[in-house]
């Protein structure tokens, strides 16, 4: 691997690698929102208090977080209430003081098929106990919930690690019970899952699914945590819904990959990347690995700047647009 770093990009990477608001520039009149979908409190299998989830999100910089303890899974219940509304009603008062968007939200927790799917937006997390799947989904739909699939290839899943479309999932999709489906969840990613959302028009999302603290799981040893960047109107939750339905999310996982709808990705890393015929700059601080036919390779650092061979078409490596399939940068033009 060739890698060309400037000792000035050097001197920025070890600094803003200090800081954990990521920059992420917006697009077309929309504002680029971090947000985390998926994540545990002691209200389920989490390990910590809801207040301490929205103060390791204002630490990180993010816009937006959801609460989505288990239903079905609570075992710290000896010791903890019992109501699926306790987690969102004890972060919500603290979100609101610090101007973080809090989404009421739970997840369902199956067994495979059909696996595990978080419903946000939803009125009263209680009112999903209910033992058949699909009439559960069919709860939350009526409370007005964006559905996604979490985690599709998880190990304990699939011990394979594949992602697998069962009956049940194409009945959520021909219900319009199903809105998107994680890329990204905690250190992993599933490429797979691009073939299905760009099939049946899903929206791509990339989670934390965390359960301890965030600085033992992710900050130690990576910049941000897995997020779901979202291209919303404005900073509100209504926004946020709208966007999420619209399906104007893509996936960045913690070690920087990431996926989502070509036309969107494509308006994204243009966002990021300035080029000027063969120099590029990078506005954001997301690293982009960029390589050739010939498989030589050039690392654009976050907010770096890298003077490329005089070649037209690269393959940006840690940016997905389908399963197999990279997101090209042109250049000379
Ligand atoms: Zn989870």
Redesign the pocket.
Known sequence: MKLKTTLKTFFLLAFTGLLLAQIVPDIDGYKTLKCDF?M?TIFSDGLVWPTIRVDEAINEGLDAIAL?D?LEYLPHKKYVSTDMNASFEIAKKRANFKKLICIRGA?FTRWMPPG?FNALFIQDANKLLINDFLPAIEEAISQGAFIFW?HPGWIVHQPDKVVRWYDVHQTMVDRGWLHGIEFANYHEHYNAVLEYTNKYDLAVLGNS?IHGMAHEVFLKDHAHRTLTLVFAENKTEKAVKEALFAKRSIALSDDDILAGPKELVDKFIHACIQIKGYTLTNLSEIPFSLENNTGETYVLEPLGSLTMPNEDEWNIKNVWINKNEHLKLLLGH
Do not use: A, Q, S, V
Request: glycine fraction near 0%.
């Open positions: 998926h545990h989505t288990h997840e595990h979490n699914d």
